[in-house]
């Protein structure tokens, strides 16, 4: 049984992964509308990796019998002067999800729930790579500046990222066996 604080904090932290797709949704929204095709896919898989971490969390309580609670999300920004704000943005908002996660690490030790502290070494990890990739991507637009084709480049670079469901969470979005099959 998943004890009632870590519950609490996961289904809370469900609520910033979703908060999370849903900041990278609008910034692939402002890529795709003003042209930078390549950064709005490199978002939009960053949706999906982040709707995925929330199943994570989500696949966690309710295997350990738990009841996840969903929280209402805030409303993201919309839009930003230059790609190179928007991946600073995206780069301090993956900063304050790993605040999260170390909390998180910190509550499970308290609890002495070793289960939770195995999922979120996962999470650490992550966030590692997390940080790491946008911190890149904005340490590139500052070299290039407001130089066009420098963007550009950049841009189809991003465009060739991919997302892959892990196969761990595969089951979450499978479809049922028919009856009878």
């Known amino acids: 049984m998943v004890p009632k604080k870590i519950e609490e904090a996961f289904s809370e932290q469900i609520k910033h992964e979703l908060e999370s797709a849903y900041i990278y949704l609008s910034m692939a929204a402002y890529f795709d509308a003003e042209g930078f095709e390549g950064m709005g896919r490199w978002m939009r898989a960053q949706v999906q990796e982040e709707v995925t971490h929330a199943m994570r969390f989500y696949k966690h309580i309710i295997e350990r019998g738990g009841h996840v609670k969903l929280h209402p999300l805030a409303m993201p920004q919309q839009d930003w002067q230059l790609p190179l704000a928007a991946f600073e943005a995206a780069y301090k908002h993956e900063q304050f999800i790993t605040a999260k996660i170390d909390d998180l690490v910190k509550l499970a030790q308290a609890e002495g729930d070793h289960a939770s502290r195995t999922l979120l070494q996962w999470f650490v990890d992550e ?4 940080e790491a990739s946008t911190s890149k991507v904005v340490q590139e ?3 290039v500046g407001n130089e066009g084709r420098g963007i550009l480049m950049i841009d189809r670079e991003l465009g060739a ?3 892959v469901l892990a196969p761990d969470l595969a089951a979450l979005y499978a479809q049922p066996a028919a ?3």
């Open 127 to 130: 966030q590692v790579e997390e």
């Open 179 to 181: 009856a009878g099959a």
């Open 141 to 143: 637009l500052k070299l």
């Open 161 to 163: 990222r991919t997302f």
